[in-house]
């Protein structure tokens, strides 16, 4: 139920597309008609973006994209993908195909993804439900074709939001231990880790990168 058009002001010069389910959106649409009908919520379900458009797809489909083309979307313009709590509940083809689809857009435009990896320990928190992980999605993503990544791990000081203030929080002494560990050695039990990770590519970073490549080789 993402609200970020109905939040934010910086999205007052851009242009909104939410991609999901079509029985997603139908609630979502629901819920909010009925905020607007509501005198208390009707000043906050208005949307701030320059214009929002929500699209149905299965983003484990191959027609995904092209729908989003339909409905508006332009792949020559600058783009911020927000890819929040999807990608671990992906298959690790599908979400793959997903970030190479995005990676791909970095030599048209500048091109950023937001998104949340889960490490493989954090896998074992369901048997069913979770399925993609990277320990090291900050190699992964320059492998794929983005120059530029940048890694946080919950209770670091970009990724604080003042609520970490006990030292024996469980992320706090996650920070403490290697990422390649999988089991603290402490307790044995699992490393489960949440990555938040900015990554971005543009055309002149991508021939620059392409150059560097060859000079290397």
């Not at 209770?155 to 970490?164: E, I, S």
Request: hydrophobic letters at 40%; one cysteine or more.
């Amino acid at each position: 139920m993402d609200t970020r058009a109905y939040r934010l002001n910086c999205l007052k010069d851009s242009d909104v597309f939410e991609v999901d389910f079509a029985e997603v959106l139908e609630v979502k649409t629901t819920i909010l008609q009925a905020a607007k009908e509501s005198t208390f919520d009707s000043q906050h379900s208005m949307s701030k973006a320059k214009s929002l458009t929500r699209v149905a797809a299965d983003i484990r489909e191959n027609d995904w994209m092209e729908k989003l083309q339909i409905a508006g979307f332009l792949p020559q313009k600058s783009t911020v993908w927000i890819l929040e709590g999807i990608l671990y509940y992906l298959a690790q083809s599908n979400a793959m195909q997903l970030l190479r689809i995005l990676a791909s857009n970095c030599v048209l435009t500048h091109t950023v993804i937001l998104a949340d990896f889960m490490n493989k320990s954090s896998t074992t928190l369901s048997n069913s439900v979770f399925q993609f992980y990277s320990d090291w999605p900050d190699q992964l993503l320059p492998s794929i074709g983005f120059t530029q990544v940048k890694l946080a791990q919950i209770g670091d000081p970009d990724a604080h939001f003042g609520l970490l203030n006990d030292p024996l929080n469980l992320f706090n002494k996650l920070r403490s231990l290697p990422r390649s560990l999988q089991t603290n050695p402490d307790d044995g039990a699992p490393c489960c880790r949440l990555y938040l990770v900015e990554a971005s590519g543009s055309p002149d970073q991508n021939s620059a990168h392409n150059k560097e490549s060859v000079i290397q080789s």
